[in-house]
């Protein structure tokens, strides 16, 4: 069923059946006995599959990544799809259009999608207003935070901490964004000394605040194992709570759409089916050197359920889906779970 409806999907450019997508799950919230029928049909409820993670009680350890609902429009309704957590964002302090249109492109022989979207969000004002109608909710939130695009990285730690601040009392944790390649010169951010400063500006703020909300960094794929060391230390010096690997890779590596079209594409950050070999290993690298200590969450180039069941045997606590869900639809979730109930996981 899903293949048709992919099939059609796929007749628009990337962004409209978006658009497309998220209307339809918006109209849900209209339709009487729909949302409980949803959860009935795409979910795995059972006890086995919470998690507890940075203090946090998942109800199952499958999450949609940042990127999707940008804007907080329909985080309270993908709990109806399975998700037992929603990272919203990224979120930036003033709104911003991002990059220019076209910037979200299938590679459908690959199983990926390149985007250069560029923090395109409503801003943090109008994302708060949201959140704080949807405060009745059955899927926990996590807020995806950058910078605005204007902002020099000199002045970084500034914007950072603005929608830090903000957005507090509304999200359950947080995922700091310096690994996105989609804005300028942002990637430089983890670099040693400056991520070493962004993310103890954010834990000291964190000190003032009345509840305690865990911090997460989000890693590039495209970083060495120097690198990964590098940014371990700074998380252990500086009491960040875990890590999201990976983001989207700037690698073009072993893909089997041409040159010529990739090259029709331009820049951008691939994900999907070629980034999967690479997540597994930063995992399982990041678990290993931790000695499993440190919470990781596990995206990227998850498109099949043999992918995610490495992703926890690797040492993830949790996982989140973005491009195997467009690829694989609704159903993906509840295999996925399906398996982990089977395999005692």
């Not at 259009?97 to 690959?110: S, V």
């Not at 943090?124 to 996590?142: D, M, P």
């Not at 804005?183 to 951010?189: A, F, I, K, R």
């Not at 694989?328 to 398996?339: L, T």
């Amino acid at each position: 069923m899903y293949r048709i409806i992919r099939f059609l999907l796929f007749l628009f450019p990337a962004e409209q059946s978006h658009s497309i997508v998220m209307f339809i799950i918006k109209s849900t919230r209209y339709i009487p006995f729909l949302p409980c029928l949803l959860r009935k049909l795409l979910s795995v409820k059972n006890k086995s599959l919470e998690r507890e993670v940075f203090g946090i009680t998942f109800q199952n350890p499958i999450g949609f990544a940042a990127g999707f609902d940008k804007n907080a429009e329909i985080f309270d309704l993908l709990g109806n799809f399975g998700f037992s957590f929603v990272e919203i964002g990224t979120v930036t302090p003033k709104s911003q259009p991002g990059n220019p249109k076209p910037r979200n492109f299938r590679l459908k022989k690959d199983n990926a999608i390149i985007n250069r979207m560029g923090f395109n969000n409503d801003g943090l004002s109008a994302i708060i207003k949201r959140l704080r109608e949807k405060r009745n909710r059955t899927v926990i939130v996590g807020g995806n935070i950058g910078k605005n695009t204007v902002i020099a990285n000199t002045d970084a730690v500034s914007d950072y901490l603005k929608t830090f601040k903000g957005l507090y009392d509304y999200v359950d944790y947080f995922t700091v964004n310096v690994s996105c390649p989609n804005v300028d010169n942002l990637t430089q951010l983890q670099n040693k000394t400056d991520l070493e400063i962004l993310l103890k500006s954010l834990v000291n703020e964190r000190k003032y605040m009345d509840v305690y909300k865990p911090v997460l960094v989000k890693i590039s794929p495209d970083l060495s194992f120097e690198q990964i060391d590098d940014t371990l230390y700074i998380i252990r010096e500086t009491g960040i709570d875990g890590v999201v690997a990976t983001n989207t890779t700037t690698s073009r590596e072993g893909l089997k759409t041409t040159a010529k079209e990739i090259e029709e594409i331009g820049h951008g950050g691939l994900s999907g089916q070629p980034l999967t070999k690479r997540s597994l290993e930063i995992v399982r690298y990041i678990c290993e050197q931790t000695s499993g200590k440190l919470p990781v969450i596990a995206v990227g180039g998850i498109m099949t359920v043999a992918d995610a069941i490495n992703m926890f045997e690797a040492g993830a606590s949790l996982i989140q889906l973005y491009t195997g869900y467009i690829y694989r639809g609704p159903g993906f979730v509840k295999k996925i779970q399906k398996a982990l109930t089977s395999q005692g996981m």
